[in-house]
């Protein structure tokens, strides 16, 4: 069975910290990673996919096979960075499955 | 373009009484999801309609909850009775692609509070 995990709870960092969430999972075959986000009182939404390779809003996460890690990572965070965090995995003919989520805080 | 709308935002119902939650994806998206989240846990899947077909259901607790997307637009999940541990946020969320590709471009609404008590 894929099962995610998402070790921290919760982050506090200040501004103009670096930042990484850790994401952890477990799949035999070749999975897709994705990131998600969502802000105080707005919808979850897609931050990033591991497939595109792509830095959003200047986080940027490497897909790590060997050691089953898809950690997000940016180098400066924001007040505006602060918001819960979802790892999610799929993998064809699978279901998107997410892990619990860890709370970012950055102060200021 | 509009989002996925859900309704009611917010319900409060006790134990054993049913309850029904409403979802509207966006405009021309054939593939709709249903999820559950308790506090503290991230979403997890109920049930996935590709038009007004179920694709995967095998996590909805069928002896309680239904959903039905009968014209393959509007959805509706159902709750008959409610328990204590059905607490949680019910996000719906639409995609234009079809079930079994990719997820990455779901679109999700604001949620359905439930609270039991």
């Known amino acids: 069975a894929q099962r995610v995990t998402q070790p921290e709870k919760l982050l506090s960092v200040f501004k103009g910290a670096p930042v990484e969430l850790k994401c952890n999972y477990s799949?035999?075959?070749?999975?897709?990673l994705f990131w998600y986000v969502q802000y105080s009182r707005q919808r979850l939404q897609l931050l990033l996919r591991?497939?595109s390779r792509e830095s959003i809003k200047g986080f940027t996460a490497d897909l790590n096979k060997g050691e089953t890690s898809f950690h997000l990572k940016k180098p400066f965070a924001q007040e505006e960075d602060s918001a819960m965090y979802y790892c999610?995995?799929?993998?064809?003919?699978?279901?998107?499955?997410f892990g619990g989520g860890t709370r970012v805080l950055v102060k200021p | 373009e509009a989002g996925v709308a859900q309704s009611p935002r917010y319900k409060i119902i006790e134990k054993r009484q049913s309850v029904a939650f409403w979802c509207n994806p966006i405009?021309?998206?054939?593939?709709l999801y249903w999820y559950q989240q308790i506090l503290g846990q991230g979403p997890k899947l109920l049930i996935q309609?590709?038009?007004?077909?179920?694709?995967?259901d095998s996590q909805l607790p069928k002896d309680r909850f239904s959903a039905e997307r009968l014209k393959g637009v509007d959805s509706t999940l159902k709750i008959q009775p409610a328990k204590l541990e059905d607490s949680a946020v019910y996000l719906c969320?639409?995609?234009?692609?079809?079930?079994?590709?990719?997820?990455?471009?779901?679109?999700f609404g604001p949620g359905t509070r439930l609270t039991v008590t």
């Open positions: 969320a639409s995609s234009l692609r079809e079930a079994g590709a990719s997820p990455y471009e779901q679109y």
């Open positions: 799949y035999s075959g070749s999975p897709e």
């Open positions: 591991h497939i």
């Open positions: 999610a995995l799929w993998a064809a003919g699978n279901k998107l499955t």
């Open positions: 405009s021309g998206h054939a593939t």
């Open positions: 309609f590709q038009n007004n077909g179920v694709v995967d």
